[in-house]
Structure formats: structure tokens, C-alpha cells
């Protein structure tokens, strides 16, 4: 059973445009809602991340939005670069320090 | 942030021998360490958490016996990839966290082939 569906598996936007990547989970005892930027050959590094009692967090580019009836949350890059071409995963996990489930990965390529 | 270090980056070896991966804590001590495997295009799945001093556990499918961890000091976790064959080539990543409320801190990843 995948604990974490994520959409959509590749995505491509022009330089300036806003990114949109979406996950939606099934349990309800998830509480840690972060998302990850990977490049090639590279581990993951977080990017932004999200608990249950708050709807957006915003930094800088990045924004979380959350929606705790639907059991969905999604990232929204604005003002996409190229630089931000990557893999990107959601995750949660149930407390901070707990092990990690990933989302199935959204490859983003941001065109110039 | 943290920062979390793991040697080699990359290890070519042959079928039949066995690798280990260190997974180090450069700037704080880490009670917990998770240990992930990724194949090309895929996901990230968890292998194993680590907790110093006391055995790993396991997820379910993965062979412990094959995959040994080692989490002998709050800043070194190993993984060692016994009698390695062809389809254990894969991206092995570890994470490691403070504990508590702390975020998990990962390390650049360890390229293994398997000839």
C-alpha cells in the first residue's frame, strides 16, 4: 500500500512560471509534511516542511500549502529558474525524527 | 544546517565481496540514523534505522543478515553490503537526526556497482 501518492511524475515550466507538485497521503497520524530537492548524484536536502496545525508556510520561492480534510499537500515554486531543475519528493513521517516515507519523486526541468 | 558525510561517494566491487559505507555526523551527535537505498529514477526506501548503541531494525523485505549496520558512536553509522552481487548496485543514502523535534540531515549518497 503506498502511504504517499505524489503527482505529477514529470513537470516542465518556463523560467518565471510557478511549479506545482502535489501529494496526497492516507494516514491520519502523519504530522510531518516536508518536501525534498534532489539533484543527480546527490542526496536529498529539505526545502520546506509543514505540520498539521498551520494551512501554508512560505519561504522565500517555496510555499507548502496543506489541506488536512483531503489529506493533500502540495509545493508551489514561484517564479521557477533554471536552476531549480531537479527531482523533487514529498515526505511524511510521523514526528520529526522518525523514519521517512517518500512520495514516487517529481522531476522538474524549468526552460529558459 | 547539519551536515552529514558519508565515504565513499562512489565504489565499484566485485561479485561475491563485501563494502562498507560510513555515515558520519560532522557537527552533532546523532541518536538516530536511517539508511536508504534509491534506484535510478525511483524513490528513496528505507532500509533500516539505527540507533547507537543497539541493534537496527529492519524494514520488512530487507535482509539483515546481508545488509549489516553499525551504530557504534553517536556520530558513525556504517552499512556493509556482504557477499554483494550484481543487483545490489544501487544509490545507498543515510540520514541522521538530533533526536526529538529535530529534521533528518542527509548525506551525499554512496554510489555502489557491483560487477
Known amino acids: 500500500q503506498q502511504q504517499v501518492k505524489q503527482s505529477p511524475q514529470s513537470l516542465i515550466v518556463q523560467k518565471g512560471g510557478i511549479s506545482i507538485i502535489n501529494c496526497a497521503y492516507e494516514n491520519t497520524a502523519f504530522d510531518y509534511f516536508p518536501w525534498y530537492q534532489q539533484f543527480p548524484g546527490k542526496g536529498p536536502a529539505l526545502l520546506i516542511a509543514?505540520?498539521?496545525?498551520?494551512s501554508e508556510k512560505k519561504e522565500g520561492r517555496f510555499t507548502i500549502s496543506f489541506n488536512k480534510s483531503a489529506k493533500q499537500f502540495s509545493l508551489h515554486i514561484m517564479d521557477s529558474q533554471p536552476g531549480d531543475s531537479a527531482t523533487y519528493f514529498c515526505?511524511?513521517?510521523?514526528?520529526?525524527?522518525?523514519?521517512?516515507?517518500f512520495g514516487t519523486g517529481t522531476r522538474l526541468q524549468v526552460t529558459l | 544546517g547539519a551536515v552529514v558525510s558519508q565515504h565513499p561517494s562512489w565504489v565499484i566491487c566485485k561479485s561475491g565481496t563485501s563494502v562498507k559505507i560510513e555515515c558520519r555526523s560532522l557537527d552533532f551527535q546523532a541518536t538516530t540514523m536511517f539508511w536508504y537505498r534509491q534506484f535510478p529514477k525511483q524513490s528513496l526506501m528505507l532500509m533500516a534505522t539505527?540507533?547507537?548503541?543497539?541493534?537496527?531494525?529492519?524494514e520488512q523485505g530487507v535482509e539483515k543478515d546481508k545488509f549489516l549496520i553499525n551504530h557504534a558512536s553517536l556520530t558513525l553509522s556504517t552499512l556493509t553490503v556482504t557477499s554483494a552481487h550484481p543487483e545490489d548496485s544501487s544509490f545507498y543514502i543515510c540520514?541522521?537526526?538530533?533526536?526529538?523535534?529535530?529534521?533528518?540531515?542527509f548525506g551525499q549518497g554512496t554510489r555502489l556497482t557491483v560487477v
Open positions: 539505527s540507533n547507537e548503541g543497539s541493534k537496527a531494525t529492519y
Open positions: 509543514i505540520r498539521p496545525d498551520v
Open positions: 540520514s541522521a537526526t538530533r533526536g526529538g523535534l529535530s529534521e533528518a540531515f
Open positions: 515526505a511524511v513521517s510521523t514526528g520529526t525524527a522518525s523514519k521517512l516515507t
